[in-house]
């Protein structure tokens, strides 16, 4: 569903990305891993069109991002901070959002994270009075509310309590079996073990590693993702092919 070419970006002379090739399919839970600064925000604005390659080039569902944005409506984005308007009440931004996708149908919403993560119980609250977990939770339920294909999860579990984690971690298991593709960037490697089956560990702009928790734990020994990163970035192995 997603693939990259050679993909680079430099800022101010300094190599952000490097030559990244990368395939990620449908039916597949990525990790997104690496030390801060090592591009992995850089790799998913790129993905979602905030900010253009230095060279190289990506592709979703076989077409060029760079042909338009079309291609944007199979993706949801759930930003590690959701910037919200602070005076507009939650439903207004519910509304707002549907009259920006005319294309999606009223019976095509995904509301499952809506109801469950009871976003109903705050429509009438100001966005900027809502705590910090209750902005956490509208975010989830935006980024899954028009059925997208790929979805694009930044630090999704920071300031949930633990019933709106495990209800989020449950839907995106359920996204898996549904065969979307979900790539998932955070620093909560216990959380991510429960939820991911593939793994890219970006290492100072390149692919330091790139393949299945399966072949990772084959390779590094280790049963549990936190010792399987540790061992990977002792030991250093060759770079994988995703794919």
Sequence with gaps: MIETFQLSKVYSRQEVLSGLNLRCEAGQSI???????????????????QVIASSGRV??????????????????YMPQVSRFPVRMKTHQLFKLMRRLRPDVGE??????LYEELEI?????????????????????????????RVLILDEPTAGLDPLANEVLKAKIRKCVREQRLVITTSHILNDLEEICNHVI???????????????????????????????????????????
Aim: hydrophobic residues 35%; glycine residues 14%.
């Design 31 to 49: 990790a997104l891993i690496g030390p801060n600064g090592a591009g992995k925000t850089t790799l998913s604005k790129i993905i979602l069109g």
């Design 59 to 76: 592709e979703v569902n076989g077409i060029d991002i760079n042909r338009g944005p079309d291609y944007r409506r199979e993706l949801g």
């Design 107 to 112: 019976g095509e919403y995904d509301t499952e």
């Design 120 to 148: 109903d119980g705050m429509k009438n609250k100001a966005l900027g009075a809502l705590s910090g977990g209750m902005r956490q939770r509208v975010s989830a339920a935006l980024a899954f509310y028009f059925n997208p």
């Design 201 to 243: 560990y970006l290492l100072e702009g390149k692919v330091h590693f790139a393949g299945s928790i399966d072949e990772l734990q084959e390779r590094t020994g280790e049963t549990r993702l936190n010792r399987m990163v540790v061992s990977l970035i002792k030991n250093k192995p060759a770079r994988a092919q995703y794919q």
